[in-house]
C-alpha cells in the first residue's frame, strides 16, 4: 500500500520537471544545482487513488553534508518503508555518480524505482545505458525518461507498484565507488565524439581569459535586452492601450461625474489641466492600473524571459565560478550571485535561495545586501521610467552608488561577522537549450505569480493612500520627519509619504514621487532612498522567517543607518 | 611521478588524487561526488590568483573554490 511517493536524486537532474510530470503542478526549474529549496508536494492518481508525491531537495548522497540534504533525507525516513514508494532520478549523461545514492537507498531498504531521465541527452553525447542489463544487476525497475519533452512518463508511473525492497549487503564508500565501476562497464557503452560547438563553448566559459570575455558580453546583452524588450512592449503594447483606448473611456466617465468629491479623489484622482494623468492623477483606476501595467508588467516580462534563458541554458553556475574572487571579499563564495541575481527580480526569492548556502554566516551577510542594495524589478521599472527622461546618467549613477553599497557592506560585514564561510564546491551543469514551450511555461509561471501578488496590493494600496491623503492623516508623519527629509536629504516633506508607502511596495512609493515635481537630484536621492531603505512588506516577512527575529533587528538597524548616511552623503557631498 | 596540491597543478593536466588533507565533512563531501583517493582527475582550469579551480571528474565538471582545492594532494606524471 503505497501512502506516499518520494522523488530523490542528485542535484540538477529534472526532479522538478519530472515533479511538474507527475503531478501537475508547476514548480520553477532551472538548470542549475539547488533551484528546488523548498519541499513541494502534489498529488498523482494512481488507478483512481490519490497519492501524494514528495519532491526533495537534491542530494548527492543519504549522508547529507548540508541543510538541505539533511531536510530531505530526514523527510524520507519519517514514514514507514512499507508506505512509501521512492523514485530514485538521475542524469543518464553522467550515471556513474548518480549511482552512489541509487544503491545507498536500495541499501537501506526503500522500495526504489530508477527514472534514468535526460535519456536524449545521453544519446545525443554517445552515451548507451543497457537499462534491461542494469534492471538486472540492481533487481529494481528502470525506465528511461525525458521529462523536458514528456517521453517515459507513462511507463513510468505505471511501473510505481512494483517499487519493492531488494536484500542488498551495506558497503563501505570506497567499496561502494567500485562496485560502480563494475555496474557502469556491464550497462554503459560510450562512442567516441568529437568536441561539439556546445562544448567548446562550456570549456571557453570555465577559463580565465575566455570566461571573463563571454561574462561581460553577456552581462551586457542581456542587460541591453531587458531594456529593450521592456521598453518595445511599453511602446507597442501597453502605451496605446492605456493612451487610446482606456483614457477616451476614462475621459467620458469623468466628463458625466458631476460632484468632484471623494470619490472621485479615490477612483480618479486630481485632474491635471483638467485632464487625466496616468502618471499624476494617482487614483485607484488610473495611476494605479498603469504604475503595474504599464510601467511595471512590461519589464518584469522582458527580466524573467532574459533570466529564465540564462537560468535554462546553465550559465549562471559559470558566473559563480568567475565571480569567486570578489564574492570572498563579502565572506560570500561565488554561488552567492544566483540568490542575488533572483533578488534583482523580486528580494522575496531572492532571499528564500540564500538557503543553498551552508552557513548561518553566509546566509545573513547575502540577505542583509540582498534587502539593501539589490532593487527588485518593479522598483528599477519605475526608476527607469523616472529617470529616464534626466538621461542615462542618472539612471547608471543609481546603480552605481547601489553597487558600491553592496562592495563597502560586504566587506565590511565579513571583517566584523564572527563564524565561518565554507568554500565553494558545486558541480557545473553542461550547456542545455531549452525547449521553447518550457521556457515560455516558466514565465507564465513567474509573471502569474508576479500579478496575483502585485496588483491586490497595488489597487487596495493605493485606495488605502487616497483615504489617508483625503482625510490629511499623513500630516502628521510629515510634520514629524520634516526634519530629516528637508534638511537632510534635501527633498521635500511630501516625500515622506513615499518613504513610508515603501514599505507597502516599492513601485506604488516611486509613483507617488511622481506628482511632487522634484528636480533630477531630488528624484536621484529619493530612488535611491527607497531602494535602501525598508524593504517591502514581503521581503520583511521572509528575512524575518530565514534570519530569525535577532538577526532581522539587526539587519534592519544597519539598513536605517545606511538610509541616513547615503542620503546625506548624496545630498550634501555628492549630489551637492 | 611529483606529489603536488590540486592548486599547483598546470591546466589541461591529468593527475591521480593521492590524499585529501580536509576535516571528516570535506571528505564525505568529496566522496559523495566521487573525488576519493586513487581517482583520476583533469585539471581544466583555474581563476585567478586564490580562485576556484575547475576539473573534470569522470563525466562531470566541478568547480572547487580555492581552499578546498589547496587540499586536495595528486600525483601528477
New interface residues.
Partial sequence: MIRKIYLIGNPNVGKSVVFSRLTGVQVISSNYPGTTVEITMGYLLIGGEKIEVVDLPGTYSLEPTSHAEEAAVNLLKEHPKEEIAVINILDSTNLERNLLLSLQLIEEGFPVILCLNMCDDAGHKGVQIDTNKLEAILRVPVIPTCAVTGAGIKLLIERIREAAPIPRGKLEHEERWKEIGRIIEQVQHLEHRHHSFREILEDASVRPLTGLVMAAGLVYASFKFVRFIGEFIINKVTDPLFFNLYQPVLERLTFHWQEKGFWFHLFIGDLINGKIDFKQSLGVLTTAPYIEFGMVLPYVISFYFILSLLEDIGYLPRLAILLDNILHQLGLHGFAIIPVLLGFGCNVPGIMSTRVLESKRERFIASTIISIGVPCVPLQAMIFGLLGRFGGFYVSGVYLVLFSLILILGIILNRTLTGYSPEFLIEIPPYRFPPLQMLAQKLYFRVKGFLIEAVPVVLIGVLFINILLYLKLFDIVTGIFAPIIQGLFGLPKEAIVALVIGFLRKDVAVGMLMPLGLSAKQLFIAATLLAISFPCVATFIVLWKELGLKDLVKSTLIMIFISIIVGGMLNFVILR | MKKISLVHIK?DRKCRVLEISGGT?LQ???????I???KELMK?????L???V?IKS???????????AAKIICEVE
Avoid: C, D, T
Fill in positions: 591546466a565533512n564525505s563531501k568529496l566522496m559523495n561526488m566521487g576519493f583517493k586513487g581544466l582550469s583555474h581563476i585567478g586564490r580562485g576556484p575547475v569522470g563525466r562531470s565538471i566541478l568547480a572547487l573554490g580555492h581552499g578546498v
